[in-house]
Nanobody
Framework: QVQLVESGGGLAHPGGSLSLSCVAS????????MGWWRQAPGKQRELVAQ???????DYAKNVKGRFTVSRDNAKSTVYLQMNSLESDDTAVYYC??????????WGQGTQVTVSS
């Protein structure tokens, strides 16, 4: 069992930036991937970005080039740097940890609102 705690959400203007952090209660090196998902009102939850134990990254098409996922194993922390934010990026963002059995753990989520 792992606890994931996100932080860094808030309000940003279109074109602005926000940085999210996710701290795990234990080592993240034991997980196959660490990821960020989001869910906007009335929409399905979607994968935003993920990073493997080998630092291989993958991004949703609509954030590629704007968002960057990274990890610091020593701090058991995963980050999501979000630049050039758009109104469609407004959502609750969730941190996830997926183990080698494909079980996925979820954080409680942090709200990101992009508005002028």
């Amino acid at each position: 069992q792992v606890q994931l705690v996100e932080s860094g959400g808030g309000l940003a203007h279109p074109g602005g930036s926000l940085s999210l952090s996710c701290v795990a209660s234990g080592s993240i090196t034991s997980f196959y991937t660490m990821g960020w998902w989001r869910q906007a009102p009335g929409k399905q939850r979607e994968l935003v970005a993920q990073i493997s134990t080998r630092n291989i990254t993958d991004y949703a098409k609509n954030v590629k080039g704007r968002f960057t996922v990274s990890r610091d194993n020593a701090k058991s922390t995963v980050y999501l740097q979000m630049n050039s934010l758009e109104s469609d990026d407004t959502a609750v963002y969730y941190c996830t940890a997926t183990d080698w059995t494909q079980h996925r753990y979820w954080g409680q989520g942090t709200q990101v609102t992009v508005s002028s």
